[in-house]
């Protein structure tokens, strides 16, 4: 999905999203969620935009603070792709990454091409993106497991789960989705 085509604004950080488990503003970004929150596997892709990704993607993961929180993406799996005319696509590539392991999810790699010098680049860029793929579908169809991840994985929702049993009282969609999987009492 292009979110470029897509009406989601910006996070005020006012925290409503914690308390009620909804957002104040009246956009596309709760479909687009719900689209993601129902996948097997996520595939976060952009250009490098001056050693980062688009506005338009950083708009849609500061729009996910609850679903940090919350580790939304757990079970899920990821990956991330990036081009760049002059260089950093790793960078930003693995940026995307970071993301969607803060969000709960496995990451299985990311593939990061620069095309600026040479614009054939992109047909290589292609097959290492659609072996991403494979591996992607693979982790899914097989519930792969990265240990390191997973002790990741375990210390963000242990992380997670104290900060909202400490905020309980102005967290409460929060704090009722950790109480609603047995993790807090």
Request: charged share 25%; with cysteine; proline share 2%.
């Amino acid at each position: 999905m292009d979110i470029c085509g897509l009406e989601i604004k910006y996070c005020t950080a006012c925290g409503t999203c914690y308390a009620k488990g909804e957002c104040i503003h009246d956009d596309d970004f709760p479909a687009l969620l719900e689209k993601m929150l129902n996948a097997d596997g996520i595939v976060l892709g952009s250009p490098n935009y001056i050693n980062q990704v688009t506005a338009q993607l950083k708009t849609l993961l500061d729009r996910m603070a609850d679903s940090i929180h919350c580790q939304s993406l757990a079970g899920k799996y990821g990956c991330a792709v990036s081009t760049a005319g002059g260089s950093k696509a790793d960078e930003v590539a693995d940026y995307l990454n970071e993301a969607l392991l803060s969000l709960g999810a496995t990451t299985v790699g990311r593939v990061g091409i620069l095309v600026g010098a040479d614009p054939n680049a992109i047909t290589g860029g292609e097959k290492q993106a659609k072996e991403l793929g494979r591996k992607l579908a693979d982790a899914i169809k097989t519930k792969w497991n990265d240990p390191a991840q997973a002790k990741v994985h375990l210390e963000r929702r242990e992380y997670f789960k104290r900060l909202v049993s400490f905020n309980r009282d102005l967290w409460k969609h929060e704090y009722d989705h950790w109480k609603g999987l047995g993790e807090l009492k």
